[in-house]
């Protein structure tokens, strides 16, 4: 079974700033992606990026990014110029390649910016 | 478009009496899962559907059956609520086999509250 894991349960940073959320899965599957999504208060579920494990390059979204290490299984999120919008529970999650909507979401992390 | 329709947004129940979460998509997805969120443990899948007809257990199952009659519905239902059972509930559906070009679709949750 995938088993993925997000070691730090809350993360602060100030606005402007960067800050990485660190994420680090288990799996025996070769293909299959990743993604980090974001949950603000309003408990609505909103994916941020996605990375399928076939490539090499990480997946950048305007202000997010990922270091993807395939060999380390290791998948964290870069967040630049931080702002208040940002503050949210950040869950990475795990998809096999026939998972469809079957996922393995780590424990989440908790983003407070500071203004 | 609606997208994931859940109902109802908040609930609380007393030991014992059963319910009916529901859960609507209207975007003909072939897969639909029903997951709970609790707080240190992210979300973790209950059941899941691969399409009409076709159901099975997630990691979670015990206390809960589902049922996918029709492409867009799946309901979840709680037999005799404990309140083990107290948690955020979210529906999520994607098309079909691999997530390249199907990110996950979630509804916006169901706080359920067992006294």
């Known amino acids: 079974a995938q088993t993925v894991t997000q070691s730090q349960p809350e993360m602060s940073v100030q606005e402007a700033e960067t800050v990485t959320l660190s994420c680090t899965y288990d799996?025996?599957?070769?293909?299959?992606?990743l993604f980090w999504y974001k949950q603000p208060p309003s408990r609505q579920m909103i994916l941020v990026i996605r990375?399928?494990?076939?490539?090499?390059q990480n997946a950048t979204e305007n202000r997010f990014s990922v270091n993807f290490q395939k060999a380390a299984k290791s998948f964290s999120l870069k967040i630049s110029d931080s702002q208040l919008g940002d503050a949210a529970m950040y869950f990475c999650a795990y998809g096999g390649e026939t998972s469809g909507s079957r996922l393995t979401f780590g424990e989440g992390t908790q983003l407070t910016v500071n203004p | 478009n609606a997208g994931v329709t859940q109902t109802p947004k908040f609930q609380v129940l007393k030991t014992g009496q059963s319910m009916t979460l529901q859960c609507a998509q209207d975007?003909?997805?072939?897969?639909m899962s029903w997951y709970r969120q609790d707080p240190g443990m992210g979300l973790r899948l209950i059941h899941y559907s691969v399409g009409a007809g076709i159901t099975d257990q997630g990691e979670v199952p015990n206390g809960y059956n589902v049922s996918r009659s029709t492409t867009e519905d799946f309901p979840l239902r709680l037999l005799s609520a404990a309140p083990s059972q107290t948690s955020v509930y979210f529906c999520?559906?994607?098309?079909?086999?691999?997530?390249?070009?199907?990110?996950?679709?979630f509804g916006n949750g169901t706080r359920l509250t067992v006294t």
């Open positions: 975007m003909n997805h072939e897969y």
């Open positions: 999520a559906s994607s098309y079909g086999v691999g997530t390249t070009n199907s990110p996950l679709h």
């Open positions: 990375q399928e494990a076939y490539k090499q």
């Open positions: 799996t025996s599957e070769s293909d299959y992606y």
